[in-house]
């Protein structure tokens, strides 16, 4: 009993659980697909890429000590910069997820950003966090001093007093790692809050999107109140899918009836309460399993339904007439079916 009264006082005084960002060690991607420009290559972590080259970016298997997986960026192919094109690596933190740090009040509390990073390319990145509404930010800098060698990070952010910050489920800050944005996206200075909208970084620093053959890497990335920086938290595999799946789901193994000939139907209950109704999409037209006799994949023509925050009730249109009758059993195989809620 002393343990668990020990735990739950560690917890409440923030031991647990401080980590305001999600699948900071990217171990999780459930969507499962390299990215070439806009788009999420692990969960929770958005990238763009405006770029006439070629850029992949992927979950890798190369990592610091302790963590088994980074987020990469490699460039094939640099491109041209245009002042109006995004290289950015992002994440977008529930406002209710930061609502106790008091932004935007005079009680502010400072943000230490931490993080391990790798480059063939050494010298001077930015970053940059913002505000709910994306009219104020914060930039960063910091210097990778060897190639190919895993550094750590930290980045004290401090509080900010004034601007729009949300409380609720809508965007609380977005933090952003710049790898070679235009000037639009350059804020004029490092190292306190300005009134500058959609920065992501600062004007002097690396731009490895357009270094062909460059490659970049990070993972371990922390957000934490207070300015020290803590080991990385690590939680539990299962409780992260859960964070996770907060924002986005591919299905699980879902059972169904068939309405008709060609239609059938199934009601998906989310394995977690999702961050809003989530928008709902075909993820793999080839993934479903008739359940009655086996007989095989059939690909989906058509999808139609609702969700709320709590499950979806799906109606899909078989690619072919499978003969079905009313009440038929169905079965939707796993990852078929997308449902989006991200920031």
Known sequence: MTNAVNLASAAGTGFAFRNRI???DMRIDQRGNAVAT???????WQTYAFNTGSITRQISTV????FTSSLSWVVGTAGTRNSGDAYIIQQAVEAYNIADTNQGTANALPLTLSFWTRSSVTGLYSGALSNSTNDRCCAFTYTINAANTWEYKTIIIPGDTTGTWY???RIGTLVRFDLGSGSTFQAPSAGSWLASANRSGIAGTVSLAQTTGASFYLTGVQLEVGSVA???ERRLIGIEELFCQRYFIRNSRISGIWINAQMFRCTYPFPTAMRAA???SIWDSNGYHEWWNQTGYFGISGLAG???VLSADLIMTSSVNRGRTF????????GVIAMNAEL
């Not at 806009?38 to 929770?44: A, H």
């Not at 009440?327 to 796993?334: G, R, V």
């Open 22 to 24: 999600i699948n900071g």
């Open 38 to 44: 806009t788009g999420f290559p692990v969960d929770r």
């Open 63 to 66: 990592a610091p000590a302790n």
């Open 167 to 169: 409380t609720d489920n």
């Open 230 to 232: 803590t080991p990385f």
């Open 278 to 280: 989530p928008s709902i």
């Open 306 to 308: 609702s969700a709320s």
């Open 327 to 334: 009440n038929d059993p169905a079965l939707l195989e796993t």
